[in-house]
């Protein structure tokens, strides 16, 4: 099934300037009970937009008109603890399209590639240096170019590369699907499991 | 030739198809699926028009969010009775083998697949949940996945993966007396911190791992995703053989003696390498405890806090921490007051996590301003733990053994920990509103939960230990 492709975004960002953000913080777990991929925008980050009678939290910077865009900007080590994709749709479905992080729990990062969602890798100085100024100007714009694996802070032109699998760069860029691939190997997959019969 | 991690060994025969300068695709022995994290994979295949691959290779239960009480009456919550719902019709439309609520081989995933035989050395298992590495235990390649990767599995047997790299845990020495695998595994992972190992597969090993029991293995395998790990697994030896032969479904197969001999090769080659390789000494561990919120944040259980200088957390995330939690730097938790305790989950709700928290109680009374929920991780272990008389123990002191489920360690059920109460946990993450919103979670060992639930307060269990 065709996927929405990803090629360049430029936008503000929103910072969250926190180290080892977990899953269970980006959707917690009495909001997993859904049985389709939509709505969990809603609850992004619930227990910290919003106090427990529901009210908005306005110390949480996405409570902040002043902040807005579609790059998420965080602490080291962002998405670790559970497995629940359910993160990365909370994530998309409030309109994020990127997340820069000095390093993604792996499972996570895995999901983000499936979903569209680009895990942008920088280095901790580039992050430190990227969420200063996004916090003394929230109108600080970057621009992401996947093709040439670029990340630039747009007003001051400081550009960093990042990294990321080719494999899974041609499937953001084309809108391809990991599934429709491995349908499209089915053949090979039997022979694999013919030959292992006889190997054991 | 070369000489190969066991971690190699196993990906490698694994390996379907290398994509060129890409992930590789691998083929997956064994997957478990459970009702939280499937839906939308079926949902998925449905909309392609396509059915599972291979059914059989498919194993089903229900288990995240089912209530511990009452299981033989309707899931009151209506969407997680949906949800229990459509997992079992999704696995009855595709011919999946389904233990639901109340089945005799109901139960926490990673509990019932190795307790049944499901988990053999060797294998790749695969799961929509992140204590997969659990399954490690028994010398597997086994891991957490996302629900588009269950999807992938469903749609092919097989994962698009990256190959992660390799790094050695060698534990050298003996646990000492009150001191438990769980221990073991908090003690790393606050040596290592919560993200330390993110990228690697990790091998444990060392004359410390080498003693403990299956159920202590994978308490260890259970949390290597707490320090990041993509996995970990132990190298299968006797005791994982022993483990096997007491299983009949496999024990009583036709080729048992076969495999037994292959596993036999199932170890890393002298001089393989590895990516990381790091050594502890299991002598210098004491019973540990979690004062924040993420399992890293772990000290001895009589340490003080560190102050933010000696933490491995940015300042304000620490902070943050501390303040959740509403304990300062500085201070002990020794004696702290303990409002809930709980024992179970897939880390600790085993047979002989039972076992270790009744021979403690039996004889003393669990304090009056205690709640505890006592969950045993599947059918198999709720009916062991009565045949042995571990519900009469536990009743006597003053607890209740519940029903199987996930139950309190990530409360999407009725077992919720009111927010800013304390509760002492064996189970594997401390994160905020983990155990229901405002919670506070400390991790520990089922002795040090039992001491907790016993005098009311953080205590070493040490000091109770009886001859």
């Known amino acids: 099934m065709a996927k929405d492709k990803f090629t360049t975004l430029e936008s503000t960002c929103v910072p969250i300037p926190l180290e080892n953000i977990d899953t269970d913080q980006i959707i917690p777990a009495r909001f997993l009970s859904a049985t389709t991929r939509e709505g969990f925008g809603d609850n992004l980050f619930r ?94 714009k970057v621009m992401i170019n996947l093709e040439k694996q670029t990340f630039t802070i747009t007003d001051t032109g400081e550009t960093v590369t990042f990294e990321i699998d080719p494999y899974k760069k041609e499937c953001l860029m084309k809108g391809l699907d990991d599934i429709d691939y491995l349908l499209s190997i089915r053949d090979m997959i039997t022979a694999y499991e013919f030959r292992n019969t006889l190997r054991r | 030739m070369e000489p190969k991690t066991l971690f190699d060994k196993i990906w490698d025969s694994h390996v379907v198809k290398s994509i060129e300068r890409g992930p590789d695709v691998l083929y997956i022995d064994q997957h478990f699926i459970h009702e939280v994290t499937s839906p939308q994979a079926f949902e998925g295949l449905r909309q392609r028009g396509i059915t599972v691959f291979r059914p059989g290779k498919t194993l089903a239960t229900a288990d995240h969010n089912i209530p511990t009480k009452d299981q033989h009456l309707k899931i009151r919550d209506e969407l997680s009775r949906k949800q229990v719902e459509q997992l079992e019709e999704n696995c009855r439309a595709a011919g999946i083998e389904y233990f639901g609520i109340n089945h005799p081989r109901n139960g926490i995933v990673h509990v019932v697949g190795p307790e049944l035989g499901y988990t053999l050395p060797g294998m790749t298992i695969v799961c929509g949940d992140s204590h997969t590495s659990t399954h490690g235990a028994f010398g597997t390649i086994a891991f957490g996945i996302g629900t588009s990767e269950v999807e992938m599995v469903l749609a092919s047997q097989c994962i698009i993966q990256p190959k992660p790299k390799k790094m050695r845990i060698t534990v050298n020495g003996q646990l000492q007396r009150g001191v438990t695998s769980k221990d073991l595994i908090l003690y790393l992972i606050s040596r290592l911190s919560t993200g330390g190992a993110t990228g690697h597969f990790v091998e444990y090993c060392g004359s410390a791992i080498e003693s403990l029991s299956m159920e202590g293995r994978m308490t260890i395998c259970n949390m290597s995703i707490e320090m990041g790990a993509r996995g970990g697994l132990i190298a299968p030896d006797y005791t994982t053989f022993e483990y096997i032969n007491r299983i009949p479904s496999v024990a009583n197969r036709p080729d048992f003696k076969l495999m037994l001999l292959r596993w036999r090769n199932l170890k890393s080659d002298e001089g393989a390498h590895f990516d990381r390789d790091v050594v502890f000494d299991a002598e210098e561990i004491s019973p540990m405890i979690t004062f924040g919120t993420n399992p890293g944040m772990g000290m001895s259980i009589d340490g003080t806090i560190p102050g933010q200088d000696q933490n491995q957390e940015g ?97 999407m059920n009725d077992d919720k920990i009111p927010a800013g109460k304390y509760a002492v946990s064996t189970s594997n993450r401390n994160f905020e509103g983990r155990q229901g919103p405002g919670s506070r979670t400390l991790l520990a060992s089922p002795l040090t939960a039992a001491a907790a639930a016993i005098t009311g307060r953080i205590t070493d269990p040490r000091e109770l230990l009886k001859d």
Request: with cysteine; net charge positive.
């Open chain 2, 315 to 411: 300042t304000s995330s620490y902070l943050k921490a501390l303040d959740y939690m509403g304990f300062s730097p500085g201070t002990k938790i020794l004696g702290h007051p303990v409002d809930y305790v709980f024992l179970g989950s897939c880390t600790n709700g085993r047979i002989e996590d039972l076992r270790a928290f009744a021979l403690f109680v039996e004889g003393r009374k669990k304090a009056p301003g205690v709640t505890a929920i006592i969950v045993p991780g599947s059918k198999k272990v709720e009916k062991q733990a009565i045949n042995e008389g571990i519900d009469r123990i536990l009743r006597e002191s003053g607890f209740e053994l519940r029903q199987p489920g996930c139950s309190s360690c990530l409360a």
């Open chain 1, 47 to 140: 227990d910290w937009r919003f106090d427990k009678s529901g009210n908005k939290n306005n110390d949480f910077v996405l409570n902040n008109p002043g902040f807005s865009g579609q790059v998420l900007v965080a602490g080291k080590n962002f998405g670790c603890g559970s497995s629940r994709e359910h993160a990365v749709w909370a994530i998309t479905g409030y309109g994020f399209r990127a997340v820069v992080s000095s390093f993604f729990a792996d499972i996570f990062r895995n999901n983000s590639l499936n979903n569209g969602l680009l895990p942008v890798v920088v280095s901790e100085e580039f992050l430190r240096n990227l969420l200063s100024q996004i916090n003394s100007n929230p109108l600080t």
